[in-house]
């Protein structure tokens, strides 16, 4: 008729009752609750109900017990049959009795403990079939998580920015401090988001409560990151969607007989200036600094106009075509999204596998075009020498971070959608080396192009202008213009970046959706489709500037200053937070409960000292070694870095700004607080299984408690 209560030193175990009815486990796992405080000498109670009721003070994030490797069955054996034998140090139990009767001592087996101890104790079936919210929707097929993430990562940047990066910077000698860095600094954070949106199954704002409380404010600099990104991302969707339906309305027009060639083939057209407008088989060694191509002219002139604008100092008119392209892509966007993973996971099914289908396509063209392997020539060939050079290295690692997208939340919002026991660590190996293996191949798609039109203009291929979205906008489009078929080739290929960019797109807004979400689960979970609506119809809104005739210099800048900069510093926090705050082998518990294995030595050292160290170098070069202004702004006012300094500072400020108000709303002296700001809310992820029930032991064995004290 008593209670027991159990009084374990270094951290806490929940048990089975085993006296007179006793509940399952799975009853006493979801009764299972956490303190808040710091005591590591706790007392508990388990009713016999199976519930486990704790003090007031709660217990040391850094004390815990693991499950004994003999599983549930083995410490009902050992307590029940009385078998056991006391082995860890501070475990101390007594038996409580309302009415009659004594004291009494129960000896618990020996349990294994994680090096150093972990708060964290669960007893769980053998499948490990565990969920932290079993009400949470997940993927309706592994392969959908998988193709989201590829998706994610592999975007534009693999195409327009990696080749270049590559050639400028030793070519394939390139490839051995892009190696180095992306096993010892992208990777290990890559798997790190993997893993804490699958244990914690919450976006990016829940998540801190869990990790660092004080730290909240990532969460929150992340969504406005992802806004600015939603804003420029999709209005470079937009110019791909407007070349796509021209290209299509061009070779409609071929079947019809009014038409033979694509719009930027010629010098002819109503935007094109003669005097500087040179055909590309008449280039012939000129100076491309002085003549322009057709396809240059066109992008400026025929579809973003840009000269009735002055830049940022007069943006003018929205174009009205460039402005139905970009709603044309939210409403995608929308219809990605607006029921979660559901329809997310039958989009990526087009949007990620596509762009293979038609790279591959590519390639096989580019390779047999004449010059090709000149292109790939200056691809491949090392150039040693720059091995000594420090930009070379940074280079590297910055193009690791930004291919494989830790700290834009995505990871985080779309692996919280997997079932618990998921192998992550598989999908981390898995999806990076896809994403780096694309960049690889996207290269030679591109380089064997840029040899064709080298040789046709006869010019070097570093004077090809091969940088941004200029390489696939100008240059890539200039040699589609002169190849047999142009119309079918420039129908894939800019078919091809709108599903790169959709599905890249699809991540960055579900990582804020979900995040939201989660936070706010009854003013917006529950109103999803209509909040979705919402918030891209407000991010549309704030586009709608990028469509000006002077938008393009607005999308430089949101790129540059509103999420290059400021993501470097949220996902140094975020690492800072995660292996300093929150504790490496407190991370490595919860990726053991997850997968049955805990990281190795590799991974705990990379984590612990080599990513922060990665990031911070990453930061502060980016900041003392180049002018954040993009190179080619129309126009640059007095005002502009100040534009510049203002966009990063409105995402970033969330971090102080939240770590200072969580200090001043706590109660207790500044250490009290201090305390209090990095200690994370407990959390154990409940049983789903419904297959748990009582044994007939469990049933009808008493416990045997000995009398003597």
């Known amino acids: ?195 804490l949106g699958q244990y914690h199954r919450c976006g990016c704002l829940t998540l801190w409560k869990r990790i660092c409380p004080m730290l909240k404010g990532v969460g929150y600099a992340i969504c406005i990151i992802d806004i600015y990104v939603g804003m420029f991302y999709n209005t470079i969707i937009g110019w791909a969607t407007y070349y796509f339906v021209a290209s299509c309305y061009s070779a409609i027009l071929y079947i019809g007989g009014q038409n033979s060639s694509l719009p930027w083939t010629s010098c002819t057209n109503p935007w094109n200036n003669l005097s500087t407008c040179v055909d590309v088989m008449q280039t012939q060694g000129r100076n491309t600094t002085i003549v322009t191509s057709p396809a240059q002219e066109y992008f400026q002139y025929g579809v973003l106009e840009t000269q009735k604008s002055n830049g940022l100092s007069d943006l003018g008119e929205v174009k009205s075509e460039l402005a139905l392209c970009v709603l044309a892509v939210f409403i995608l966007v929308y219809f990605a999204l607006w029921k979660g993973v559901k ?79 998921n192998n992550c660590y598989k999908d981390a190996i898995i999806t990076s080396s896809i994403n780096c293996m694309t960049s690889f191949i996207a290269g030679f798609v591109i380089f064997s192009v840029l040899g064709y039109m080298s040789k046709i203009q006869n010019l070097p291929i570093d004077q090809m202008g091969m940088e941004g979205e200029g390489l696939i906008f100008v240059v890539y489009s200039d040699a589609i213009a002169t190849m047999p078929g142009s119309f079918f080739w420039a129908i894939l290929f800019f078919f091809m970046l709108i599903t790169l960019g959709l599905d890249s797109t699809f991540g960055g807004l579900e990582a804020m959706i979900t995040g939201l979400c989660d936070e706010y689960p009854k003013l917006l979970g529950r109103r999803r489709e209509l909040f979705v609506a919402l918030l891209l119809g407000g991010i549309y809104l704030c586009a709608l500037p990028t469509c000006t005739y002077g938008g393009k210099d607005l999308v430089a800048m949101l790129n540059s200053f509103g999420s290059t900069t400021p993501l470097l510093l949220v996902v140094f926090v975020e690492a800072v937070g995660v292996c300093w705050f929150y504790g490496v082998s407190r991370f490595c518990d919860d990726v053991e409960l997850m997968i049955g294995k805990r990281p190795g030595l590799f991974w705990r050292t990379c984590w612990q000292y080599i990513s922060p160290v990665f990031l911070f170098v990453i930061l502060i070069f980016s900041l003392v070694d180049e002018d954040p202004l993009p190179p080619d702004l129309l126009s640059r006012p007095d005002w502009i870095y100040g534009l510049g300094y203002t966009l990063t500072m409105s995402s970033v400020w969330f971090i102080p700004a939240y770590a200072l108000y969580k200090f001043v709303s706590l109660e207790g002296d500044p250490k009290e607080r201090l305390k209090k700001m990095i200690v994370p809310e407990e959390f154990l992820p409940r049983s789903s299984s419904k297959n748990i029930r009582p044994t007939a032991d469990l049933k009808t064995t008493p416990c045997r408690l000995p009398t003597d004290l």
């Open 343 to 421: 329809s997310t996971g039958k989009m990526v099914w087009v949007t990620a596998i596509a762009p293979y289908v038609i790279l591959f396509c590519l390639l096989i063209r580019g390779v047999t075009l004449e010059g090709a392997s000149t292109g790939i020539h200056y691809y491949l060939f090392p150039k040693w020498e720059k091995l000594m050079e420090r930009k070379v290295w940074i280079s590297a690692a910055t193009q690791v971070f930004f291919s494989l997208g830790p700290g834009f939340g995505t990871l985080l919002a779309l692996s919280s959608y997997n079932k618990f026991n």
């Open 1 to 195: 008729t008593g209670n027991i209560r159990i009084r374990v030193g270094v951290g806490w175990t929940l048990l089975p009752t085993c006296c007179k009815s006793q509940p399952s486990t799975q009853k006493a796992m979801d009764n299972f609750g956490d303190g808040e405080g710091g005591q590591a000498n706790k007392t508990s109670t388990i009713s016999e109900q199976g519930q486990v009721g704790q003090g007031a003070s709660g217990m040391d994030n850094n004390a815990g017990v693991k499950p004994s490797a003999k599983g549930e069955e083995g410490i009902r054996s050992d307590i029940c049959g009385g078998t056991g034998s006391a082995h860890g140090e501070g475990v101390d139990v007594a038996q409580e009795s309302s009415g009659s009767g004594g004291d009494g001592k129960v000896v618990i087996p020996s349990l294994k403990l994680s090096p150093p101890p972990s708060y964290k104790a669960v007893v769980y079936s053998a499948s490990r079939e565990l969920l932290a919210d079993e009400g949470r929707e997940t993927w309706g097929k592994k392969i959908e998580f998988l193709l989201a993430v590829i998706g994610f990562a592999v975007d534009l940047g693999n195409v327009w920015r990696f080749p270049y990066v590559c050639y400028d910077n030793g070519g394939g000698a390139f490839l051995v401090p892009y190696f180095i860095m992306l096993i010892f600094g992208g990777l290990p954070l890559f798997y790190m988001e993997l893993c």
